[in-house]
């Protein structure tokens, strides 16, 4: 489970640290979220909202895309902001702001579109957060995310937890998380009852890039060590088995290592849903 207080102190500092790495990752899934985005924008569209926008990237590309509307980022963690403000110093209509969106959300209002790029999966009470949003939306607002599909599809996850001792086939839950919203039925009923419709999603399958450079085996091991579930175990074993743990995270880096980078088979969800008419 990850709180948000998590957000606020230790995690969001070291993806602050990893910025550029937990961008990279996403790679080959960015261009279709962003694409899926354009999609549910309009003309009228004024006023984005970008959830849980760590150092910018979606915020930002939005922003590029749709010159005619201000896009805001709000993320909890002060660390993220301030990078992404640093990025975003000659984009003139974006901006970002520290905080909870389900605070923050009425300060908005009305939303045109909110937009998020993994950054929905960790609200403690997801129907009352999206309820919120809701409220605080346009009367023709839309909503854009991706979230990561089941954990069993997403092999940066269950080989790097296989490898530093962990099980691979633990049951999903519903806890904020990665893959707290892996099941879209459970998805489909959460924006259901908070007011939004949703469309089918699409299933996207992509490559999760963990390394690259002059040698992508060493810089995969490196951010696994810093980012994911096999960072905590590595960190927390004694040093015989912290040994043990890195050696095999190598291995299991390796074989997805072309030479040139380290990709990961990864799978995700893109949803679009439409406030609900009253």
Same mark, same amino acid.
Request: with cysteine.
């Given at each position: 489970?990850?709180?948000?207080? @998590?957000?606020?102190? %230790?995690?969001? @500092?070291?993806?602050?640290?990893?910025? =550029?790495?937990?961008?990279?990752?996403?790679?080959?899934?960015?261009?279709?979220?962003?694409? *899926?985005?354009?999609? +549910?924008?309009?003309? &009228?569209? $004024?006023?984005?909202?970008?959830?849980?926008?760590? +150092?910018?990237?979606?915020? #930002?590309?939005?922003?590029?895309?749709?010159?005619?509307?201000?896009?805001?980022?709000?993320? #909890?963690?002060?660390?993220?902001?301030?990078?992404?403000?640093?990025?975003?110093?000659? &984009?003139?209509?974006?901006?970002?702001?520290?905080?909870?969106?389900?605070?923050? !959300?009425?300060?908005? *209002?009305?939303?045109?579109?909110?937009?998020? %790029?993994?950054?929905?999966?960790?609200?403690?009470?997801?129907?009352?957060?999206?309820?919120? #949003? !809701?409220? *605080?939306?346009?009367?023709? /607002?839309?909503?854009?995310?991706?979230?990561?599909?089941?954990? /069993?599809?997403?092999?940066?996850?269950?080989?790097?937890?296989? !490898?530093?001792?962990? @099980?691979?086939?633990?049951?999903?839950?519903? /806890?904020?998380?990665?893959?707290?919203?892996?099941?879209?039925?459970?998805?489909?009923?959460?924006?259901?009852?908070?007011?939004?419709?949703?469309?089918?999603?699409?299933?996207?399958?992509? /490559?999760?890039? !963990?390394?690259?450079?002059? @040698?992508?085996?060493?810089?995969?091991?490196?951010?696994? $060590?810093?980012?994911?579930? +096999? *960072?905590?175990?590595?960190?927390?074993?004694?040093?015989?088995? =912290?040994? $043990?743990?890195?050696?095999?995270?190598?291995?299991?880096?390796? %074989?997805?290592?072309?030479?040139?980078?380290?990709?990961?088979?990864?799978?995700?969800?893109?949803?679009?849903?439409?406030?609900?008419?009253?």
């Amino acid at each position: 489970m990850t709180t948000a207080h @998590d957000w606020t102190g %230790r995690i969001g @500092d070291v993806w602050a640290e990893e910025w =550029r790495r937990t961008d990279r990752s996403f790679t080959n899934l960015t261009p279709h979220l962003n694409a *899926a985005i354009l999609a +549910a924008a309009t003309p &009228q569209t $004024r006023k984005v909202i970008d959830i849980g926008s760590g +150092a910018g990237a979606t915020s #930002l590309a939005t922003a590029q895309a749709l010159p005619n509307a201000t896009v805001t980022g709000i993320d #909890l963690s002060p660390t993220l902001i301030e990078i992404a403000r640093h990025r975003a110093e000659t &984009q003139v209509n974006a901006c970002f702001e520290c905080a909870d969106i389900t605070v923050a !959300a009425a300060n908005h *209002a009305p939303t045109d579109l909110y937009v998020s %790029r993994h950054g929905v999966m960790f609200f403690a009470d997801p129907i009352a957060a999206f309820a919120t #949003l !809701a409220e *605080a939306a346009a009367p023709d /607002a839309s909503l854009v995310f991706s979230c990561f599909a089941e954990r /069993a599809a997403n092999r940066w996850a269950t080989e790097t937890v296989a !490898a530093t001792g962990g @099980d691979p086939n633990a049951p999903a839950n519903t /806890a904020p998380g990665p893959f707290a919203f892996a099941d879209p039925k459970y998805v489909a009923e959460i924006l259901a009852t908070a007011g939004w419709n949703a469309a089918p999603p699409q299933r996207l399958n992509f /490559a999760y890039r !963990a390394g690259e450079g002059a @040698d992508p085996v060493a810089d995969a091991v490196d951010y696994f $060590r810093c980012i994911g579930p +096999a *960072a905590s175990a590595i960190r927390d074993a004694v040093p015989e088995e =912290r040994e $043990r743990h890195i050696a095999r995270l190598t291995d299991v880096c390796a %074989r997805h290592s072309d030479g040139d980078t380290v990709e990961f088979p990864a799978v995700a969800w893109i949803w679009t849903a439409h406030k609900s008419a009253i």
